[in-house]
Structures are given as C-alpha cells and as structure tokens.
Nanobody
Framework: QVQLVESGGGLVQHGGSLRLSCAAS????????IGWFRQASGKEREGVSC????????YYADSVKGRFTISKDNAKNTVYLQVSSLKFEDTAVYYC???????????????????WGQGTQVTVSS
C-alpha cells in the first residue's frame, strides 16, 4: 500500500522543539520531492518546507526560516522536519506529501497523490 504516515507531534511549550517524521511505505522517497504542510484550525492549509529527491534543494516558508529544518534519510525512507523555537502560531496539524519544486527551491506545491493523510498535531502552549 502506497502511503505516507506523519508522526512526532505533541504538546510543547513556547520556544520548545519537536522532530516530525514522514515515513513512506509502498514506494521509495529516492524518486520524490517531499513537502511539509500545516493547517491551523479555521485556516487554509499552507506550505511549510520542501526537500528535493536528492536532498540538495530545500524550501522554507518565510514564517519558519531559521527555525525549522527539513531533512531526509533515504535508507529509512523517511523525511524529517525539526521544528524549533516554536511559537503559538505554529500550532497546527502537520502533513507531508510529494511536491513539485522549482529548480532553485524558491517554491513548491503539492503533487497529485490522492487524499491527504491524518497528519500529526503540534500544539504550542505557554
């Protein structure tokens, strides 16, 4: 079964950190660019960060630059998102998905990959 499963979310204090995981099964991440997206309650889903299939090109939304780091481990068929210096506005459900990226990493958008997964909830508290 082809799927991506997000995990690693939780309740964290303002300024804290988490590492989110996006594990692929049924296909190899060697051949896909992968992005992280998030959706806060009552808001539209937004792109957070993307990484190319080689891992050599990355994209970050302005709101997370310098605080979030995306990486991938092809041997584990997993993409990670290290989220640090968390702010209240980072509270959201985080999703991963294959993406289309431009060559210089200045943008990425979701690819057609069927329905979105369940995501992982990140809640930042005071």
């Amino acid at each position: 079964q082809v799927q991506l499963v997000e995990s690693g979310g939780g309740l964290v204090q303002h300024g804290g950190s988490l590492r989110l995981s996006c594990a692929a099964s049924g296909f190899s991440l060697d051949y896909y660019n992968i992005g992280w997206f998030r959706q806060a309650s009552g808001k539209e889903r937004e792109g957070v960060s993307c990484i190319s299939r080689s891992g050599g090109i990355t994209y970050y939304a302005d709101s997370v630059k310098g605080r979030f780091t995306i990486s991938k481990d092809n041997a584990k068929n997993t993409v990670y998102l290290q989220v640090s210096s968390l702010k209240f506005e980072d509270t959201a459900v985080y999703y991963c998905r294959p993406v289309h990226m431009n060559l210089n990493g200045s943008s990425c958008r979701p690819a057609d990959f069927g329905s979105w997964g369940q995501g992982t909830q990140v809640t930042v508290s005071s």
